[in-house]
């Protein structure tokens, strides 16, 4: 079993919809998570970064970390075209080099 | 701008040989990274390297070597040892050994024909 998953999708919306997207994890040492938004061919890029439990947001973006049921989510108001992509979930428990990443889901938004 | 510069973007091999993927960062960042990401597989570490000279193995570093002479320069080797070694390749850094937000640079496509 992977110590992330994450649904590869493809997850389809409207332009305009909500995105929710969600990671499960079964490491509960992990601490700090992350999100990256990948274009085809192209490098990840940090999206949201949190720090234990709770809420973030910024901008369009909020993230969200549950640990006590394991499971993060990433949710995106508005969205966009430019918003299609592959999303990946990343989390670290605070030791360096044990980055774990989800397999990544592929968001498509439709004008 | 900071960041981190992979080269070349795109690169065809033929089998047997061995291919080198360059990673520059000038971000000041500690520690270095290597991941190769295939379709439905997520990322998976190859090396890593917290300081100048030193480098660990990650989980699939068979087939591969590094160097770390300089802080800001991580290359990778793709030897002919690899059994599969088309791929994307993702170069990253953290600001310290400990550091909890990685980067990513844009990658490199490496095809063995």
């Known amino acids: 079993q992977k110590e992330v998953e994450q649904d590869p999708g493809p997850l389809s919306v409207p332009e305009g919809a909500i995105v929710s997207l969600n990671c499960t994890y079964s490491n509960s040492a992990f601490q700090y998570f992350m999100w990256y938004r990948q274009y085809s061919r192209k490098g990840p890029e940090l999206l949201m970064y949190?720090?234990?439990?709770g809420n973030k947001e910024d901008g369009r973006f909020t993230a969200q970390v549950d640990k006590s049921s394991k499971y993060i989510s990433l949710f995106i108001r508005d969205s966009q075209p430019s918003d299609s992509a592959t999303y990946l979930c990343a989390m670290n428990p605070d030791s360096w080099g044990k980055f774990q990443f989800g397999a990544g889901t592929q968001v498509v938004v439709t004008p | 701008d900071g960041g981190i510069t992979q080269s070349p973007k795109y690169l065809f091999r033929k089998e047997g040989q061995n291919v080198t993927l360059s990673c520059e960062q000038n971000l000041n960042h500690d520690a270095m990274y290597w991941y190769r990401q295939d379709p439905g597989q997520g990322l998976r570490l190859i090396y890593y390297?917290?300081?100048?000279?030193?480098?660990q193995k990650g989980d699939i570093a068979e087939g591969y070597s590094v160097s770390r002479e300089k802080k800001e320069s991580f290359p990778l080797t793709v030897t002919s040892a690899q059994k599969n070694p088309t791929a994307f390749y993702l170069c990253?850094?953290?600001?310290?050994?400990?550091?909890?937000?990685?980067?990513f640079g844009e990658g490199s496509w490496l095809t063995v024909v």
């Open positions: 990253a850094s953290t600001l310290s050994p400990r550091g909890n937000t990685i980067y």
């Open positions: 949190t720090y234990s439990s």
């Open positions: 390297s917290q300081i100048v000279n030193d480098f």
